[in-house]
């Protein structure tokens, strides 16, 4: 800038030179309330700037240039290039925004209905930073299928860290299961020290990602999320699932609190364990919402057989109603 520098000093010592044209260095010095060593940075700033022109008589005397023929040009200069500038970044705005246009008229999947068809895992990545990217209250995500990878939970961080700063509010709810993995909690801890909050379940219907009240994220196959997405608009449809998501919320366990001892009383894992049995969903089928393995599920049973000292799945059920665990 051409006007760096003039600061309160050096804008004192010009208007004392405007004043006392004849005064010597002391003098400005005394007169400005300055050292001799600010005068003399000053005094350089101002020849710097052409502020300062130098007499021909040999007394070593500076008389003030009137601003404006000194600096009025190269401002003007500068307003020119500024303008310029302007012009070209308004042709660069009308060159985006026609290709926006052209992007959400004929980018593969888009349709007029409210509903986004998104084949296949890479689509479903782009769509899904864009839209988290254009979310400007918050974003709350169901993520069944336990641990992530390293590298899945490290791609995620930057976009994670970019809407929080922006004041996005990010929750998320994480399978139990999680809480075994040093990585996945590590991240989930991460995330939650720049505030987002992060809370885990027994159980998790689907994958699920709401980006405010306008976008809904679900996958075609909700036994194979790598098919691809659906992308819908429906405000009810919005509503509906971030009720879902509210529902399945309220009672879960924020990360890194103590998990319960045992008691009398079931657990939230025991209750969703003992809802899927009931609705005759096989033990393959359990281990993929709860996120662990087909062992596990098969431990849990028997555990859950012993607390009710019952000798088959369907005794455990009457058990269950009869202690109202269901």
């Known amino acids: 800038m051409l006007t760096a520098g003039l600061d309160d000093q050096v804008r004192r010592v010009y208007k004392m030179l405007l004043s ?10 005394a007169g400005a309330a300055l050292t001799e060593g600010e005068v003399r940075s000053a005094l350089d700033r101002l020849t710097e700037l052409s502020l300062l022109h130098g007499t021909t008589g040999g007394e070593g005397a500076l008389l003030p240039v009137n601003p404006v023929v000194a600096l009025g040009p190269a401002v003007s200069r500068a307003e020119a290039e500024l303008d310029e500038r302007r012009a070209v970044l308004s042709r660069d705005k009308a060159v985006l925004a026609a290709l926006a246009s052209e992007y959400e008229a004929l980018a593969p999947g888009r349709s007029s209905d409210g509903v986004e068809r998104l084949d296949g895992v890479d689509r479903v990545r782009v769509r899904l930073t864009e839209l988290s990217q254009r979310a400007t209250s918050e974003v709350c995500t169901l993520a069944p299928g336990g641990a992530l ?11 994670d860290e970019q809407n929080l700063g922006r004041g996005v509010r990010m929750r998320t709810l994480y399978l139990n299961s999680i809480r075994n993995d040093v990585a996945t909690v590590g991240y989930a801890k991460w995330l ?28 075609l196959d909700t036994e194979d999320s790598k098919r691809g997405a659906l992308v ?11 009720e879902l998501f509210e529902f399945l919320w309220e009672p879960a366990m924020v990360l890194g609190a103590p998990e319960t001892a045992e008691s009398d009383e079931p657990a939230d894992r025991d209750i969703a364990l003992l809802k899927m049995l009931a609705a005759g969903q096989t033990d393959e089928s359990i281990a993929r919402k709860m996120g662990v393995s087909l062992r596990t599920v098969r431990r849990h049973v028997a555990e859950l057989l012993r ?20």
Not at 193 to 200: C, K, L, N, V, W
């Open 149 to 159: 990878s390293g590298a899945a939970l490290e791609a995620a961080k930057p976009l």
């Open 307 to 326: 607390r009710l000292d019952a000798q088959s799945r369907f005794q455990a059920g009457v058990e269950a109603v009869r202690r109202e665990w269901l």
């Open 20 to 29: 006392e044209p004849t005064w010597g260095l002391e003098q400005i010095a």
């Open 232 to 242: 819908i608009h429906h405000r009810s449809v919005v509503r509906a699932l971030k």
């Open 192 to 219: 939650a020290s720049r505030g987002g909050e992060i809370r885990t379940v027994p159980a998790l219907p689907m994958r699920l990602i709401l980006c405010d009240t306008s976008a809904a994220v679900v996958p």
